[in-house]
């Protein structure tokens, strides 16, 4: 237990002690002041026992009056010194802060790690290096363009020394750079902040800043920097303008074709231009070239390249195809050429232009034919015309037209007409003549041929049914005309005219047309119409209408006279009820029954057997009506006169000698009789021819 005790009081002694040990509570920090500004270097002390010193660098410094102070009260453990008016000289070092210990027992002194107090010196504006070359503020750094360059930024006469960073506009470069500090020779207590960057600029940094900026709290301001103009040099870059966008026609347009170039140094723009169509080459020392106006000899390919001291460029190239209307310069055979007759001819044809020119061969055809002025007809097309089997038609002028497409506008030229002459026997024009020719009984026949001939024709007869008639000459009836010039060249027309044509003369009529090369012979057929055909020439309009008027007043006064008829009684029908046309079935019925006559078939028809035997008497006892149809004094009893020869009356017209044709009725009732209406007294009774007949002699 007692050896327990003493141990427990030996902790608690030890414990006693080491919780007086004296210790740091706050030991000094780096520290940073400007020169004659006060400085204060911070250090406090737990449990102090000893004495407060500082040190610098490992000298001993104790408080002076105006110049080292005590901040606090060192007795109660803080022992921090602040520096009054700090002076680089006597005050910028490394300061360490230091305390006795508290006994000789203890060995608890202490002693701070160094800490630095700068006293701040302001650096010098920051300066651009290249190639060791110093570069003042606002002038050219020259490089190329892609190499990597090494640029070097230095502050000197710091303290501490400077920050540097690097900025290309706003872009900023720092991290591409490192920095070093270098002790001044002159001032040990100073650096100089050196900082390289290695970097490729690219095209865009050329012409803009290239800017080292130095960072210093001992600077007015929060940083100081230079700066240099990035004159980077490359190769030139060429780009041309004015190149055309429509095709370009000589003596018509203009171009303008410039090189522009893109250079550092600059550059110096060379054109060579290569002819299309021979071996002329041409070099111009210019940036702009100017045609006013193109002409065919600028086709070619031009080529424009710049150069400097860094290299040259690519060359660009542009090919200019003047366009130009066609031009014939040959044409083959000159003027004139003669062909024979059914053989082959061919002409040839040359020209120039641009784009490559098509070729027409035209035949020019006078006025006439049908043809009111002179026309062109196309033969053929490419720079050769044959012309095979060649007739008299084919003669004439031939020209040779070249032509093509400028800008959608058609441009051509024409070459010297040819003339073709064809020589050899006749030859009688078949197409597009009529092989029958019609004509109406009694009038003229006109029948023609065409043929053509050269040499000119030494005969021309026209034949017909074992018959010839010499051109010129008449025989009777027949007639054949002169020759008479065509419109086409080396062709003629001959007719012969047929007086009074008829139906003897229908057969075919052949010309026989012979010259010193041949002959030709052809025929054309003749119809004759039995009728005669209506005029053709359309009838006029005032004819027109007289005949439609004519034709409606003829209508009327037959109406008129028709309806004049029917009201003064001339015709014998039933005027029961009035006649209308929708009546014929009664007025038969009427006719049948009592209004026809007994043993007659209709008005004013005789019977079969009246002249033979008289009429039947009535019956005894009948009761219906008989009608009488008898002339206007005759009026017959219903008894023995029935006897005998009966003579139909005749019903004449009106007009007649025979009285009139009005008829009566008779009715007869039962042995009565009365007029239904009594004729008039001042008519004549009709007589009849009493007809004698001749016994009949047997032989």
């Known amino acids: 237990m007692a050896a327990l005790g003493r141990t427990a009081l030996g902790l608690l002694a030890t414990l006693r002690v080491v919780s007086c040990l004296q210790s740091f509570e706050l030991e000094p920090k780096r520290t940073e002041v400007n020169p004659g500004e006060a400085a204060v270097l911070h250090c406090k002390i737990h449990s102090k026992a000893g004495q407060c010193s500082w040190q610098k660098d490992g000298y001993p410094i104790g408080p002076e009056q105006d110049k080292y102070e005590w901040v606090g009260a060192p007795d109660d453990g803080d022992c921090s010194l602040r520096v009054l008016r700090a002076d680089l000289k006597y005050d910028d070092g490394l300061w360490s802060c230091q305390v006795t210990a508290s006994s000789f027992q203890t060995q608890d002194a202490l002693r701070s790690t160094p800490a630095p107090l700068v006293v701040r010196v302001e650096p010098k504006t920051p300066q651009i290096e290249f190639g060791a070359v110093p570069i003042p503020s606002g002038r050219n750094l020259t490089a190329r363009l892609s190499d990597e360059v090494t640029v070097q930024c230095s502050a000197a006469g710091g303290n501490p020394p400077a920050i540097i960073r690097w900025f290309v506009g706003e872009e900023d470069l720092t991290q591409m750079s490192s920095q070093r500090n270098v002790t001044d020779v002159e001032s040990p207590k100073t650096f100089t902040a050196i900082s390289e960057l290695r970097y490729s600029f690219r095209r865009q940094h050329a012409g803009a800043y290239l800017r080292c900026v130095a960072l210093h709290q001992a600077y007015d301001t929060p940083s100081r920097d230079t700066i240099a103009l990035l004159d980077l040099q490359y190769v030139p870059e060429v780009r041309l303008t004015g190149l055309p966008d429509r095709e370009l026609e000589e003596n018509v347009d203009v171009v303008v074709l410039e090189c522009q170039v893109d250079a550092n140094p600059a550059a110096t723009v060379l054109w060579r231009f290569a002819a299309r169509d021979d071996d002329r080459a041409d070099i111009f020392f210019v940036d702009k070239l100017e045609l006013r106006p193109v002409t065919k000899k600028n086709s070619g390919t031009y080529e424009c390249e710049a150069s400097n001291g860094v290299g040259t460029s690519k060359p660009l190239r542009v090919t200019l195809d003047i366009k130009y209307a066609p031009r014939v310069y040959h044409v083959q055979p000159l003027y004139h050429m003669t062909a024979a007759l059914y053989n082959a001819s061919e002409l040839e044809c040359e020209a120039e232009g641009s784009p490559e020119p098509s070729y027409q061969w035209l035949q020019r055809l006078p006025a006439g034919a049908g043809r009111r002025a002179a026309a062109a007809v196309v033969r053929g097309t490419g720079r050769r015309l044959r012309l095979q089997n060649v007739t008299y038609q084919s003669q004439g002028q031939y020209v040779c037209v070249a032509s093509n497409v400028i800008n959608g506008e058609e441009r051509s030229d ?48 026209w034949h017909w049914d074992g018959q010839q008639l010499q051109t010129g000459s008449s025989r009777g009836r027949y007639s054949a005309d002169d020759i008479s010039q065509e419109d086409a060249e080396d062709c003629y027309r001959t007719r012969l005219r047929v007086q009074e044509a008829g139906p003897a003369d229908q057969h075919p009529y052949f010309l026989h047309v012979q010259n010193d090369l041949g002959s030709d012979r052809h025929g054309v057929a003749l119809q004759v119409e039995g009728v005669r055909r209506l005029l053709a020439e359309p009838v006029s309009r005032i004819t027109l209408i007289a005949g439609a008027c004519g034709g409606l007043l003829l209508l009327v006064v037959v109406v008129a006279l028709l309806v004049n008829a029917f009201r003064k009684d001339k015709w014998c029908f039933s005027h029961k009820g009035g006649f209308k046309p929708t009546d014929i079935d009664s007025e038969k019925r009427e006719a049948n029954g009592r209004g026809e006559c007994p043993g007659r078939h209709g008005l004013g028809a ?82 009849y021819a009493e007809i004698a007949f001749s016994p009949r002699t047997e032989v």
């Open 414 to 461: 024409r070459g010297e007409p040819v003339e073709l002459g064809v020589i050899g026997p006749p030859q009688i024009v078949r197409a597009g003549q009529a092989a029958t020719v019609s004509v109406v009984r009694g009038q003229e026949a006109v029948l023609e041929q065409v043929f053509c001939s050269d040499p000119l024709p030494s005969s021309a007869v």
């Open 606 to 687: 005789i019977p079969p057997d009246a002249l033979y035997t008289g009429p039947k008497k009535s019956p005894a006892g009948i009761t219906g009506d008989y009608e009488y149809c008898g002339k206007d004094d005759e009026v017959r009893e219903a008894d023995g006169s029935w006897g005998g020869i009966i003579y139909a009356d005749l019903q004449l017209p009106r007009a007649s000698n025979n009285g009139s044709m009005r008829k009566y009725r008779h009715h007869v009732r039962r042995g009565q009789s009365h007029l239904v209406s009594a004729p008039p007294t001042d008519v004549k009774p009709t007589e």
